[in-house]
């Protein structure tokens, strides 16, 4: 996302929340006070978002000033503070919530990628995120997934192949919407087709797919797919993974393991603002 989406998003927020005026500031807040604060993780997890939580503070005021005291993409300990923020209180208070909401949400997403990839470790198999995002923040989820130690897969409809069911239903049968693709494509676009069974693999090879994904399969029936593939095509694994599965899907030896999870149905962060009161 560059900056001018970037900061058109972080307006279109702080209208939502303060609308014509932060009343209870404005009520009970001195128009000439000025305020420090610490943003403190109340849990252990991996940080993102601080970045957008200094431009939600400089979007209201200049005179903020902003402190990011670790780097997104740091796993940080229950208690650390991890960014300091002072300037005028009516403008610390109007972005708090809002920066809050980014930086939580999007170390949610870090920390739960995080977790996967650990889970990982020793395998060749990489932790994907999908285009299950929250609709307007895909490129700053897709930004936590990579500070989490994960991938990034297509961004959307226009940089990637992905023939999925819907599509075989239309396009009648998986060698008929490979070879489509293949023809109608980008030649640097690679071809990825979803399949559910090891009748699907062999159609999906048969076509010459670049990229297979086996849909919903068990361990055992992905673990003969991959066999089946022997490396002439990449092989993705998809549907219902979670912590407690993951290695022994990545045990198959697939290439990679997309997660919808890691950011349609993420826990975020929990984090807070500590007010050190006026300065």
């Known amino acids: 996302m560059n900056l001018t989406a970037l900061t058109g998003l972080i307006d279109a927020c702080l209208a939502e929340d ?16 000025r305020a420090a604060a610490r943003m403190v993780l109340r849990e252990a ?15 209201l005021s200049r005179d903020v000033v902003f ?13 650390q503070t991890v960014a300091e ?3 005028p209180a009516w403008a610390v208070l109007g972005g708090e919530r809002l920066a809050l909401n980014f930086v939580q949400r999007l170390a949610g997403v870090a920390t739960a990628t995080a977790r996967l990839v650990d889970k990982v470790a020793g395998t060749k198999a990489r932790i994907v995120d999908t285009r299950k995002t929250t609709p307007g923040l895909r490129v700053l989820e897709k930004y936590a997934v990579r500070c989490g130690g994960g991938y990034n897969h297509r961004f ?3 940089d990637g192949v992905l023939i999925k069911d819907n599509h075989l ?3 009648g049968g998986i060698g008929r919407a490979v070879r489509a693709a293949k023809e109608k494509a980008p030649h640097t676009v690679r071809v990825e087709v979803e ?9 999906a090879l048969e076509a010459g797919a670049d990229i297979i994904l086996l849909d919903n399969m ?8 991959v066999a089946m593939v022997g490396g002439r095509s990449l092989t993705e694994a998809s549907g219902g993974i979670s912590e407690e599965t993951v290695a022994a899907v990545a045990a198959t030896g697939v290439d990679f393991i997309s997660v919808g999870a890691l950011t349609h149905s993420v826990r975020s962060l929990d984090i807070g603002l500590d007010f050190a009161g006026g300065v």
């Open 45 to 59: 997890g991996v940080v993102a978002g601080l970045g957008v939580a200094g431009l939600v503070f400089e979007r």
């Open 85 to 87: 923020v002072s300037g």
């Open 169 to 171: 239903a239309l396009a």
């Open 18 to 33: 303060i609308g014509g005026g932060d009343i209870t500031t404005l009520a009970v807040v001195e128009p000439g006070a």
């Open 195 to 203: 399949v559910e069974d090891l009748d699907g693999v062999a159609a």
């Open 218 to 225: 068990d361990v055992e029936t992905m673990a003969r797919a």
């Open 67 to 79: 402190r990011a005291l670790v780097p997104d993409g740091e796993r940080c300990a229950a208690g």
């Open 156 to 158: 959307g409809l226009y």
